[in-house]
């Protein structure tokens, strides 16, 4: 495959940053460290395919990067337990308790989808949000597209138990 030029590279960006921006934030649950994350992956592909190297599908290459430094910023940030939480008197909002104030279906699906794995989170984000299909996920995740297939169903049979859809 041909080295992608700093024109198509930048036609990339304005294609791709928004959606994996909104693919951060889901992951990130934290606007400010999806944003940083979606720079970080495209300089870090810029200096690597400047140094030679051949991207052979730029959006699933970037999805990836955008992954991989997430999962390694959460890897560095320790976190607390919700049992921590509430023994220092933090109560956290049952979402089923305010359904009839939540305005939209999607950001009742969005809280629901918070209380999946973040694997669940990512290949039901990425699948019906962005738009990839089973081969573009399997590599972005490392996984086989049969593997990704039923990850995903699996996924979507959790959201509708969270969302209590028959």
Known sequence: M???SQKEFLAAYDAYADALYRFAVVQALDTEHARDAVQEAFVRTWKYMAAGNVVDSLR??????VRNILIDESRRTPTES??????DGYDAP?????????RT???LTLS?????????????LMRFIDDLGPSEI????????NVVSVHLHRAIRKLKIL???P
């Open 105 to 107: 279906e999607a950001t």
């Open 138 to 145: 399997a590599q972005i995740t490392g996984m086989s597209e």
């Open 112 to 124: 629901h989808m918070a209380r999946l794995e973040q694997n669940d989170r990512e290949l039901i």
């Open 82 to 87: 919700l049992e921590a939480l509430q023994e």
């Open 163 to 165: 969302m209590h859809i």
């Open 60 to 65: 699933p290459f970037l999805y990836r990067t």
């Open 94 to 102: 049952d979402p089923r308790a305010d359904v009839a104030a939540v």
């Open 2 to 4: 041909k080295a992608v």
